[in-house]
């Protein structure tokens, strides 16, 4: 089988929430073609989707080593090393995708993954670098 075809199966799979399925088809594809970072990134999202963030933080780093500048992978390797209580090295991540001008990262104010950085005097100065009232806490 060819990686395209895993990688068409393995999405249809995410949407039908076969999770595991999915995972072997993207290792499928990554078997043959390891250059493919944005499948990287895809097993890494599905690995945060089953709460296995030691596999997603490997899965999403190896995408940004191949492309550092997809900040959407930025902010979800910073919610692996958050779910991970790796503070610091989340919001290094979250000041990144920022940088790189991650469209989501706009919603950090109100975004539920990220309630438990809203005190941290980092997150309240990236909030206010974004021209953003920070919530109160």
């Known amino acids: ?45 599905v690995y945060l989707d089953i709460k296995d963030y030691p596999r997603a933080q490997i899965s999403l780093e190896r995408a940004v080593e191949g492309d550092p500048t997809q900040p959407a992978v930025l902010s979800k390797l910073g919610l692996a090393h958050l779910y991970q209580n790796n503070t610091e090295k989340a919001l290094d991540l979250l000041y990144q995708a920022y940088r790189e001008r991650e469209t989501h990262v706009i919603y950090v104010n109100v975004d539920p993954r990220l309630e438990s950085l809203r005190t941290e005097p980092r997150f309240r100065q990236l909030v206010i670098r974004m021209g953003l009232s920070p919530t109160l806490a």
């Open 1 to 45: 089988e060819s990686d395209t075809q895993n990688i068409k199966d393995a999405k249809r799979q995410v949407r039908e929430s076969n999770y595991q399925e999915a995972i072997g088809l993207y290792k499928d594809a990554l078997k043959l073609a390891p250059y493919l970072f944005k499948v990287w990134a895809e097993l890494g999202t």
